[in-house]
């Protein structure tokens, strides 16, 4: 896909601002000043996916991320935004999120990210022993203070909260 224009990456940029600020509303407003071709692209629906996240409206958010799995099928973004956004929407739950998630981490094997979210599943799930393997393969993956920080502020990881020092390698 074409880069953005510079002013539309100027209203893409602006709207991240809003989106930091908390004003949905305004982030929304810049995007739709994009030039309405170029609203389809990457960069700008990522931003757009945040703001219906933000805004709790998963069903949008789950359609973005699944636009961006079949046409960036290689970009890791879309499938953990999917499963993130299957999981809160009606319809959905972390079961269908494990599912739809799990097929990433053989496509993507060294994203920690995408391991994490399997750890996050798994525990939600109650496969205490595989979350705990899928978390350990997060923090083989990324930065191992990172991801434990991360996994001990996780509330769906709490089940395995006081392991979480223990995990040994792989």
Known sequence: MNPLSTEDQRHLEAAQGWLVLGD??????????????FRVHPDVLGVRWHVYAKAQKWEAAFEIARF??????????GWIHQAYALRRMTGGGVKAAWDALLPAADRFPSQPMIAFNL???????????EACTWLRKAMDLGDEKEIKLRALNDPDLEPLWANIGKLGPA
């Open 24 to 37: 949905l509303l305004e982030a929304d407003a810049e995007l739709e000043n994009i030039t309405p071709l």
């Open 68 to 77: 961006l799995v079949e046409q960036l099928p290689d970009d890791p973004f």
């Open 119 to 129: 750890a996050c599943y798994a525990c939600q799930l109650g496969r205490l022993d």
